[in-house]
């Protein structure tokens, strides 16, 4: 089955830093990788997401990168803020009717002053 | 967001009593979604449905039933609810393969 793997559980960085985490994928098939966010007892929600058929995507202060030939995926949030500290989630999924998301485990990001 | 909503909010109950959580969206979305998180293990996929008659397991369906009333109405129940149930239950809403909008949580304590 499908199974996604996230590293680090937890990171902390200074104010200004970049921050980057790293998901790996079995699922060759999949082909829809979306990060969430999710903020101290609210809800995730998405905030990046890339197609296999592209490498990189970028918005604003993040980014994802594909690897898709060695199953791998990265966050990356530059210049970070206090109110970048929140737990990330990567997932994957596939096309077709079968389709749905599995996630990781998430990282714990804490954006110290 | 208020296009997803559950109740209850917060829930403590007794083991082995049956207890339903309900799921509502406004967003006109087929596809709905229930998933538990537990601290460092993410989140978990119990149930999912693509549409009205479209009832699939997820991959801790164990212990739990989903009923899809509607479109708009995905219920998850706990027949007879035991401590290792204790979590945050999110439902969410999808159009296709894409972003999910999750609702605001439940919080299961079973004691």
């Known amino acids: 089955g499908e199974n996604v793997e996230q590293h680090p559980s937890t990171l902390s960085v200074q104010e200004g830093d970049s921050a980057v985490i790293k998901c790996t994928y079995s699922?060759?098939?999949?082909?829809?990788f979306p990060w969430y966010k999710q903020e101290l007892g609210k809800r995730p929600q998405l905030i990046i997401d890339i197609r296999s058929n592209v490498g990189e995507k970028k918005d604003q202060r993040i980014a994802v990168t594909l690897n898709k030939t060695a199953k791998h995926f990265s966050l990356h949030i530059t210049e970070t803020q206090p109110e970048d500290s929140a737990v990330y989630f990567c997932a994957e999924g596939g096309t077709g009717t079968a389709s749905k998301l599995t996630f990781g485990t998430g990282t714990r990001l804490q954006v110290t002053l | 967001d208020a296009d997803v909503t559950q109740t209850p909010r917060n829930r403590i109950t007794k083991t082995g009593k049956r207890i339903m959580l309900e799921c509502s969206q406004t967003k006109g979305h087929d596809r709905m979604y229930w998933y538990r998180q537990d601290p460092g293990l993410g989140l978990r996929l119990i149930y999912y449905?693509?549409?009205?008659?479209?009832?699939n397991k997820g991959e801790i369906s164990d212990g739990y039933s989903v009923s899809r009333q509607a479109q708009a109405k995905f219920s998850l129940s706990l027949e007879s609810a035991i401590p290792n149930q204790t979590a945050l239950y999110f439902c969410?809403?999808?159009?296709?393969?894409?972003?999910?909008?999750f609702g605001p949580g439940t919080r299961l304590t079973v004691t």
């Open positions: 699922d060759s098939a999949s082909n829809y």
């Open positions: 449905s693509f549409d009205v008659k479209d009832i």
């Open positions: 969410a809403t999808s159009k296709e393969i894409g972003e999910q909008y």
